[in-house]
Nanobody, 117 residues
Framework: EVQLVESGGGLVQPGGSLRLSCAAS????????MSWVRQAPGKGLEWVSS????????TYKDSVKGRFTISRDNAKRTVSLQMNNLKPEDTGVYYC???WGLGRAPEGQGTQVTVSS
């Protein structure tokens, strides 16, 4: 059974930082590209960042470039998202997703990030 368990969300003031983590099991993690996507209140899923299976190539949504950093540890089967200089528009539920580019949907419960003063 595939399991993706996100953690690390919370309430933070604008300009603050959070580090999200995702623990994966039930599939060949080292063979899967991993992504973070988010869903703002009342809106659809929005891609944020991806990392290739070898951890070398990363891509980011333009609005988070320079603020967010994605990383993975294939030995620990985890993927992380370091988020700095957070803005209110970063608010949403964040999901880690395997093989987003192949059309997969989120399989975890997500973690809530709220950026507000």
């Amino acid at each position: 059974e595939v399991q993706l368990v996100e953690s690390g969300g919370g309430l933070v003031q604008p300009g603050g930082s959070l580090r999200l983590s995702c623990a994966a099991s039930g599939f060949t993690f080292s063979s899967s590209a991993m992504s973070w996507v988010r869903q703002a209140p009342g809106k659809g899923l929005e891609w944020v960042s991806s990392i290739h299976n070898d951890g070398v190539m990363t891509t980011y949504k333009d609005s988070v470039k320079g603020r967010f950093t994605i990383s993975r540890d294939n030995a620990k089967r985890t993927v992380s998202l370091q988020m700095n200089n957070l803005k209110p528009e970063d608010t949403g539920v964040y999901y880690c997703v395997r093989d987003w580019g192949l059309g997969r949907a989120p399989e975890g419960q997500g973690t809530q990030v709220t950026v507000s003063s």
